[in-house]
């Protein structure tokens, strides 16, 4: 017969695997279950050779439903900014939150809460210099995807120290920290105060020198009311604030992704009406700036009913450092969180499933035109 483990046997076999976990029983054998207390401060029941076995904490893993009660009691632990407005249902069930911080209330899971995804607001606050890259390199890529019009006059030598720099459209020079320059929603300070001033024969002057492909077809009016134009590199017809315009972002066709114009597409084969780059005016990303949806789905009388996203790699995963990944999955969750609050049906194309756009846009368009038809009886 073997020979029976001893209570000090035991607890060292649990510091030789490493195993954090505290007994607070003494030890009977195997299978006879004693209570242990893990470093979140749980404690339950369990067998030693379940523990032995790498069992863990049933509260930790998420196998034992929480209260409401616990809930509050673990997310105090991690933040003390953050107040659940709804009561807990389950570990992946969205409630809504309160930061005490900033005001701000979003919709979010306990589980991101409880792994220390806090308030998206904050968090885009905090971490938006964290993620300008000291390297010159990086910052020069950056202002140039970012803020095309701007020219750098002096050396680089890090986000926080001033240096002169140049805007390419009114010649104004100016100096500032880089950190200010990509945060700012208009790069040239001179640029913004005199937007609204400008005739429409300047607005041309000022987009042949920034999109020299760009025709406008309608005069301009303001920096925000979107105007016709044509696009020499395609021959299509767009509509954009001239603001937009201005700050380089061209045409939606040119710029479109090899997925997007996949979509494209099938949406003109089937026959859906559409509008790419589709925005709401209260959807805002981390600049400032709208969040763009690749395609809005319209019915008969042009009103949305659907979105469209074309996710390719970079939405998965981390490509090289400083590749904008942590942005654009704030940008995600920001959108899926706008179409769950306002019941807007999205559809989310990841990049694995090229050959299989046709199929997806398809289904998705049949399930929404049943819904409506469902509503209507």
Known sequence: MARKKTNQEFISELKEKNIGYIPLEEYINATTKIKFRCSSGHVWKATPHNILNGRGCPYCNHS??????????????????IIPLEEYKSFHEKIQCLCTECGNKWMVSPAKLLNNRGC??????????????????????????NKPNI????????????????????????????????????????????????????????LSIVLPDIIPIDDYINFHTKIKYYCKNCGEFHYASPGNLLHGYGCPTCNASKGEKRCKSVLEKIDIAYEPQYIFPDLLGIRGGNLRFDFGILNHQLNLIGLIEYDGIFHYKKQYENDGFENIKIHDDLKDNY????????????????DRIEKLISAFIFNINNKQIERCV
């Open 64 to 81: 034992i439903k929480l209260s409401n009660a616990d809930f509050i009691t673990r997310l105090k632990r991690v933040t003390n900014t």
């Open 339 to 354: 179409c769950i609050n306002h019941g807007i049906p999205l559809l989310r194309i990841p990049y694995w499933d090229f």
């Open 151 to 206: 020219l750098l006059l002096e050396e680089y030598s890090g986000v926080d120290h001033p240096i002169q720099f140049k805007c390419n459209i009114c010649g104004y020079e100016f100096c500032t920290t880089p950190y200010k320059v990509l945060k700012s929603k208009y790069g040239c300070k001179n640029c913004h105060n005199n937007f609204m001033k400008i005739s429409n024969n300047d607005f041309k002057t000022r």
């Open 120 to 145: 998206p607001v904050c968090s885009r606050k905090i971490c938006g210099k964290n993620r300008i890259s000291n390297h010159e390199g990086d910052f020069l890529l950056k202002l140039k995807n």
